[in-house]
């Protein structure tokens, strides 16, 4: 598995755009990129990015916008807030599709009890989100996230069985664990669909440490994954306050590409082109 770095390691210090640099500097080829606030979807922006990114030789897998502050409300039902929101969902599909990205990296909902939501609801909006994202060649990945709905196995469950279009999937070691539901739970129910993968570890005393560095199984994880047949990449992320050198980190991609390296890039999962999108 190719291994490679998400620019929210050095969230708030470093500038996205100076994260480019110092992730090739460190070792790294690719990455995930984390657009961390409203300002950075603008198309200005992106340029800058896009300059940085073709003049280190630096490949963007993933983004990952400031999903707060507005992917929650895509889900709102009053409909002027939702369709002001929408516009920004859009303008970072665009920003991933301008960088080359595979996936964006989704949040989505806050969680709430499954039993009283408006699943149709849900899925219609899921619908369009997906339709919206793959029209631009982008998988939307939604990532479990310990304070969102995508924490609920059943609610993944769901949305696999009820979407129009494939539901995609980031898998997060940390936030696995946050929600105290076992990787391998997730890994079943995402399946094959899983486009995208956060690597980090933890213990009793942390959530989020450097891989290696804490109890995570990362032989049993591998199997996992490897019988699902995930053959996408790995991005290492953690916080800025997990590591005190950027040595560390070109140290602990040698020690995730040992620990991955049964599990190699293949052909991912089935892809929706605009033309074959159902109407």
């Given at each position: 598995?190719?291994?490679?770095?998400?620019?929210?390691?050095?969230?708030?210090?470093?500038?996205?755009?100076?994260?480019?640099?110092?992730?090739?500097e460190?070792?790294?080829?690719?990455?995930?990129?984390?657009?961390?606030?409203?300002?950075?979807?603008?198309?200005?922006?992106?340029r800058?990015?896009l300059?940085?990114?073709?003049?280190?030789?630096?490949?963007?897998?993933?983004v990952?916008?400031?999903?707060?502050?507005?992917?929650?409300?895509?889900?709102?039902?009053?409909d002027?807030?939702?369709?002001?929101?929408?516009?920004?969902?859009?303008?970072?599909?665009?920003?991933?599709?301008?960088l080359?990205?595979?996936c964006?990296?989704?949040?989505?909902?806050r969680?709430?009890?499954?039993?009283?939501?408006?699943?149709?609801?849900?899925?219609?909006?899921?619908?369009?989100?997906?339709?919206?994202?793959?029209?631009?060649?982008?998988?939307?990945?939604?990532?479990?996230?310990?304070?969102?709905?995508s924490?609920?196995?059943?609610?993944?469950?769901?949305?696999?069985?009820?979407?129009?279009?494939?539901?995609?999937?980031?898998?997060?070691?940390?936030?696995?664990?946050?929600?105290?539901?076992?990787?391998?739970?997730?890994?079943?129910?995402m399946g094959?669909?899983?486009?995208?993968?956060?690597?980090?570890?933890r213990?009793?005393?942390?959530?989020?440490?450097l891989?290696?560095?804490?109890?995570?199984?990362?032989?049993?994880?591998?199997?996992?994954?490897?019988?699902?047949?995930?053959?996408?990449?790995?991005?290492?992320?953690?916080?800025?306050?997990?590591?005190?050198?950027?040595?560390?980190?070109?140290?602990?991609?040698?020690?995730?590409?040992?620990?991955?390296?049964?599990?190699?890039?293949?052909?991912?999962?089935?892809?929706?082109?605009?033309?074959?999108?159902?109407?």
């Open positions: 598995m190719d291994i490679g770095l998400s620019s929210a390691c050095f969230y708030p210090k470093l500038n996205t755009e100076d994260s480019i640099q110092t992730m090739k460190l070792g790294f080829n690719f990455g995930e990129i984390f657009l961390n606030t409203h300002c950075e979807y603008k198309e200005e922006f992106i800058v990015l300059a940085k990114k073709e003049l280190y030789e630096f490949n963007v897998n993933s990952h916008a400031f999903s707060a502050s507005f992917e929650p409300y895509l889900f709102d039902k009053y002027r807030r939702r369709k002001d929101v929408l516009k920004q969902f859009k303008e970072v599909v665009k920003a991933a599709k301008a080359g990205a595979n964006y990296t989704f949040h989505g909902m969680y709430a009890d499954l039993s009283g939501l408006d699943t149709e609801f849900i899925v219609d909006i899921y619908n369009e989100l997906s339709y919206i994202s793959l029209e631009a060649g982008i998988k939307l990945a939604q990532e479990n996230v310990s304070w969102c709905m924490s609920d196995l059943k609610f993944l469950t769901l949305l696999s069985q009820k979407s129009k279009y494939p539901i995609y999937f980031t898998l997060d070691l940390k936030q696995a664990c946050k929600a105290n539901i076992p990787i391998e739970k997730y890994i079943e129910v094959s669909n899983i486009v995208n993968l956060h690597i980090n570890d213990d009793d005393n942390s959530p989020c440490l891989p290696g560095k804490g109890n995570l199984d990362y032989d049993n994880i591998a199997r996992n994954l490897k019988d699902v047949n995930y053959s996408g990449k790995g991005i290492i992320e953690v916080y800025s306050n997990n590591f005190s050198s950027y040595e560390e980190l070109t140290k602990v991609k040698e020690f995730v590409s040992g620990k991955f390296n049964d599990i190699s890039e293949g052909k991912s999962p089935m892809f929706i082109s605009r033309n074959d999108m159902p109407k």
